[in-house]
C-alpha cells in the first residue's frame, strides 16, 4: 500500500455545472474521487506544459551549433557597454 500523503493546501474552482458533470462522469469512469481524477489531470496537464522548459532537445547538427554559439568569445556591443557602464537611476551620482 502506497504511503499516504499529507495535503495541506486547498485550492478553490468555480465552473459550469456542465463542467463539474462532464469531470464527475469522468472521475466514475476511472473509479476514483472528484478531487483525485482533477488533481491528477491538472498535475499531468502541468507536466506537459513545462516539459519543453526543463528539457532542452536539438538534432546532431543543430546542437553543435549551439555548444559552438555558447563557446564562442562574447561580441563586443559598445551600446550595450555605454549602458553598463553608466551610472543607473537609483546610483544618485554614486559609480558601482
Known sequence: MAPRINR????DLRL???????????AQAQ???????VLESA???AEETLADR???QLPPEQWEAFVAALDAPPRD???LRTLLE?????AHGKQV
Open 31 to 37: 473509479r476514483r474521487s472528484l478531487s483525485e481524477f
Open 54 to 56: 526543463r528539457v532542452f
Open 77 to 79: 556591443l559598445p551600446r
Open 86 to 90: 553608466e551610472p543607473g537611476v537609483f
Open 43 to 45: 498535475l499531468r496537464r
Open 16 to 26: 459550469t455545472a456542465e463542467a463539474k458533470h462532464t469531470l464527475t462522469a469522468a
Open 8 to 11: 495541506t493546501e486547498k485550492l
